[in-house]
């Protein structure tokens, strides 16, 4: 075997063919380095579904390079040598191989990126172009601004994309944004798409075996495995959203309802996530989507702001501001998370669902994570460190550049409102509004006091009293202290007695 020139790690969340570091290969030179490594598996708790997903795609992806004439170096979980982490593996691939130079593209996680660049290794780095907004561009756009907005990073990448936008450069419909129209609950009798199922091979049949066997102690199942691992699966998962499910994702992507747990979302979150669907090429399909008549420009530019916008700007913020962003708490939260978020275990029908889902599914749709498990989150004062972990750990699409910043910052408003404005927080009223979960609930959400009363009316205004020195200051917060300030002292005083009461209960360990 010749010496090795390059030795290219490619991560499991990095299982792109357009991969910076993939580019002007040497076939006879060169070698691909991809491994499975205890520490990136088992640094949380990871939903078994989700390893099991990055594990069969990373086999898959390895197949897939070999067959283009590409040299690689795989290591399996279970090989007797495998040192157990990522700088470990390629410090010894490189030892082993004497490669002369070791090619990196830039992590989705400070913690693994910082370990490599503490290896011992001289490493060329190279930016992922996977995204549209590089690092130092959005450090350049954020430069000076005491906080961020999304709404203004969106509109610089809609101009630099030119997706929707006239011939003169203004928004086509007039407007840069429809979020107003894309709040709509499920009428009754809507039926939403069949999801599209995969079948396991034999590839993905040997990693569900081996995630059984190693990581049997990690919450959630495997049995409802049903995630594409190749590129050309996730190609037919994203066409049959498409065809079936992009039309009602502009009216009802904010819907919620029982045993539903995929309406008219894509599910394509994972895959694009970890490589095995590009950016662009989204985009560019649901803008032909909307010219061509097929859909609504609420869909369109609801699902393209969620790709250009939201998803890229959490991208920015993590890079900016890591490490020190992972330790904010603005609030003062202390609260462990209580046992039922691992388990489901709730009267509170609404988390029941969602819980419920997230273990069977290792998913949930944002309004389900950010106004039904995140809103509680936030009312009952959990530790931010806490519910981060359940985050990253319980879904299939979460890396820490995109999971940390959507928890700490939008979820728990525990970075002082550098992220988003406002906290998202909300009384059982609004998942009402917005679902069917409050029909079949042990609890009722037209009461607030009592102890039959839905426990989000209670904590709702128990957290606005408790942080209302931080929060009156807040323009977007007046109307809700305005209520407030509104009520007699008597219903004040027994809304915070049933706010303490419930958190007491939650302190005692009890579910409720």
Known sequence: MNQVRRLCLVLGDQLSFDLASLQGLDQARDTLLLVEVMEEASHVAHHPQKIALIFSAMRHFAQALQAQGLRVQYVSLDDPQNSGSVPGELR??????QAEEVHVTECGDWRLEQSLKDCGLTITWHADQRFLCSRHEFRAWAAGKKQLRMEFFYREMRRKSGLLLNGDGTPVGGAWNFDAQNRKALPKNTKAPYPLRFAND????????????????????????????????AQALWAHFLDYGLAGFG?????????????????????????????????SDVEAAYWSGSIALNAAEGFIRQLIGW?????????????????????????????????GATQMNCMRQAIGQ?????????????????????????????????????????????E??????????????????????????????????????????????????????????????????????????????????????????????RGEALLARLDAGESI
């Open 92 to 97: 010894r691939w490189q030892a082993a191989l």
């Open 202 to 233: 034999a590839i993905t049949g040997a990693v569900l075996d081996l995630v059984r066997e190693r990581f049997a102690s990690h919450y959630g199942t495997l049995d409802d495995f049903n995630y594409p691992v190749t590129h050309a699966d």
């Open 251 to 283: 009216d009802y992507q904010d819907a919620m309802a029982s045993d539903e747990p995929f309406l008219f979302h894509a599910r394509i979150s994972a895959a694009l996530n970890i490589g095995l669907l590009d950016l662009r090429q989204l985009c």
């Open 311 to 343: 998803r890229e700007y959490v991208r920015g913020v993590y890079w900016l501001k890591m490490p020190d962003y992972a330790s904010g708490n603005a609030f003062g939260n202390q609260r462990g998370l209580p046992e039922f978020y691992w388990t």
């Open 358 to 402: 997230s273990l069977r599914h290792a998913y949930a749709h944002h309004i389900q994570r950010l106004m039904v498990t995140g809103n509680f989150a936030l009312l009952a004062g959990i530790a931010p460190s806490q519910i981060c972990e359940w985050y990253l750990a319980i879904y299939m699409d979460a890396f820490d550049w995109v």
């Open 404 to 497: 940390l910043p959507n928890t700490l910052g939008m979820v728990m408003h525990a970075d002082g409102g550098y992220l988003g404005s406002k906290p998202y927080c909300a009384s059982g009223q609004y998942i009402n509004r917005m679902s069917d979960y409050c029909r079949d609930c042990t609890y009722n959400v037209r009461e607030s006091s009592s102890d039959e009363a839905c426990p989000f009316n209670a904590l709702y205004w128990h957290f606005l009293m408790r942080h209302g020195e931080l929060l009156r200051r807040n323009q977007r917060m007046g109307m809700m202290y305005k209520n407030l300030d509104r009520m007699p002292p008597a219903k004040q005083q027994a809304l915070w007695q």
